[in-house]
């Protein structure tokens, strides 16, 4: 079992930054791809980034292409989304995930992440 806490959430303006961050139990992190998603109100959770174990391979869904990064600190359990020039858009509960297998490829398929953490509000005012 895999636990994952999110933080680094809030109220912000349109065109700031926030970074996101997520912290995973255990000893096996460094060894598993790490995805965000996230899920607006009314609306279906949808795939944000994806980061494989050892940093390698990135995956951006295109909406956030060039204002969003994903990067990992294997060292401190941690996976992070720099998230910048926000939008009302961006609005949504931020949930970060994990596959139960280990070594997985990098993917945006929400149906191939076992473990997800609670969230972390994200809401972007105009």
């Known amino acids: 079992q895999v636990q994952l806490v999110e933080s680094g959430g809030g109220l912000v303006q349109a065109g700031v930054s926030l970074r996101l961050s997520c912290s995973a139990s255990?000893?096996?992190?460094?060894?598993?791809?790490m995805g965000w998603f996230r899920q607006a109100p009314g609306k279906a959770r949808e795939f944000v980034a994806s980061i494989s174990a050892d940093s390698g391979t990135t995956v951006y869904a295109d909406f956030v292409k060039g204002r969003f990064t994903i990067s990992r600190d294997n060292s401190k359990n941690t996976v992070y989304l720099q998230m910048n020039s926000l939008k009302p858009e961006d609005t949504a509960l931020y949930y970060c995930?994990?596959?139960?297998?280990?070594?997985?490829?990098?993917?945006?398929?929400?149906?191939?992440?076992?473990?997800w953490g609670q969230g972390t509000q994200v809401t972007v005012s105009s």
């Open positions: 995930a994990t596959p139960r297998a280990l070594y997985t490829i990098a993917t945006m398929d929400a149906s191939s992440y076992d473990y």
């Open positions: 255990g000893r096996t992190f460094s060894s598993r791809n």
